[in-house]
């Protein structure tokens, strides 16, 4: 059994797809961010970087627990668990590999970024910061375009956890300004995947999840944000 800590955002979106991909067993076990849970000493303990999501495999290595968190190495440990959504030829495995980083530390990051500075930051003051992302947002969205333009999926021909990883920040596309029928390989490629089991069980879940976020208090937000008090520079 697998203890699965989150809430709603696209970095644990990946994870409840995964787990319904490969029917895995699991726990889900809410995390309020927006009400400051991952401050906690028991949540400190399960990741030192106090952000979800993150696991606990009671069948871990050896038969034994084990926890892991970053979303990209949940499901790098998943699909080696399983033996599922990761080739085994070294090479396609590496391709899928890039692509997986290319979500965690460009898609993650950049649109995560965005959706900061245009729902909650101030816009006066900082438009540099606002135009400086969504460049980059949109630029991501061609990159992929082009990349889904070569392959059926973004690690190759077939299905991967790079395009788990990447499907749940794309959900939002309008929203990025990203104009999908401009998009047909894009198109193609999320339309497929929003069909899948998988995906649609995701969604049903989270939409059965309660978040403090429509309530969270400025102290809460100034915490998540790091802002205000919070603020280290
Ligand atoms: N690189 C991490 C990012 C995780 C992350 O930013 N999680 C957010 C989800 S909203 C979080 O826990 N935020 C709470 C906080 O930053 O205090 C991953 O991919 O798992």
């Keep these: 059994m697998i203890d699965f800590y989150g809430l709603t955002s696209p970095n644990v979106q990946k994870i409840f ?3 319904e991909e490969c029917g895995l067993p699991y726990t889900f076990k809410p995390v309020d961010v927006w009400a400051s849970a991952q401050h906690s000493s028991e949540f400190a303990k399960l990741n030192p970087n106090k952000k979800i999501p993150v696991i606990v495999d009671h069948e871990g290595p050896g038969g034994k627990p084990y ?7 949940i499901l790098m440990y998943l699909a080696d668990k399983t033996g599922k959504f990761m080739p085994k030829d070294m090479a396609k495995k590496y391709d899928v590999i890039q692509w997986l980083m290319v979500q965690v530390t460009g898609v993650g990051p950049s649109f995560g970024n965005f959706t900061h500075f245009n729902m909650f930051a101030p816009k006066p003051g900082n438009e540099y910061s606002f135009s400086r992302y969504k460049t980059e947002v949109l630029r991501l969205y061609e990159l992929i375009e082009q990349r889904l333009g070569q392959t059926k999926y973004l690690g190759g021909n077939e299905y991967s956890i790079a395009d788990m990883a990447t499907f749940p920040w794309t959900r939002q596309h309008t929203a990025h300004g990203a104009k999908i ?3 047909p390989n894009f198109k193609r490629w999320f339309e497929e995947l929003s069909a899948r089991a998988a995906v649609k069980a995701m969604i049903a879940k ?8 429509e309530s969270a208090t400025d102290d809460n937000k100034d915490r998540f944000f790091g802002r205000g008090k919070y603020a280290r520079a």
């Design 206 to 213: 989270q939409a059965d999840i309660k978040s403090s976020r």
């Design 181 to 183: 029928d401009q998009m």
């Design 67 to 73: 926890t892991v968190f970053e979303s990209g190495a």
């Design 17 to 19: 797809i995964m787990l």
